[in-house]
Nanobody, 122 residues
Framework: QVQLVESGGGLVQAGGSLRLSCAAS???????MGWFRQAPGKERKFVAA????????YYVDSVKGRFTISRDNAKNTMYQQMNSLKPEDTAVYYC????????????????WGQGTQVTVSS
């Protein structure tokens, strides 16, 4: 079992920055992880993913160049630095762990956090 706890969400003006964290516990931190987001009234969608070693990262096109996913395996924590935020980035952000298939497919992730709200005002 893996337990995931997100933090770092909040309210920010357009153009601002936030850093999300996802702290993991329960098993050795040796699995890939991802970030997903769900905007109001919409389906949850893939944002970014990172391999267990951190050597490979993946992003949805809309956040490339603005978001950076990373991890600190010594701290059992994954991060997402979000810069140049836009109102359309407003969503609940979820971290997920241990995918059993394509990283951008939420159905293959076994473990999920509770989510953290990010609101970007215009």
């Amino acid at each position: 079992q893996v337990q995931l706890v997100e933090s770092g969400g909040g309210l920010v003006q357009a153009g601002g920055s936030l850093r999300l964290s996802c702290a993991a516990s329960g098993r050795p931190f040796s699995y890939a992880m991802g970030w997903f987001r769900q905007a109001p009234g919409k389906e949850r969608k893939f944002v970014a993913a990172i391999s267990w070693s951190g050597s490979s990262t993946y992003y949805v096109d809309s956040v490339k160049g603005r978001f950076t996913i990373s991890r600190d395996n010594a701290k059992n924590t994954m991060y997402q630095q979000m810069n140049s935020l836009k109102p359309e980035d407003t969503a609940v952000y979820y971290c997920a762990a241990d995918p059993k298939g394509a990283y951008n497919n939420q159905a293959v992730y076994d473990y999920w956090g509770q989510g953290t709200q990010v609101t970007v005002s215009s």
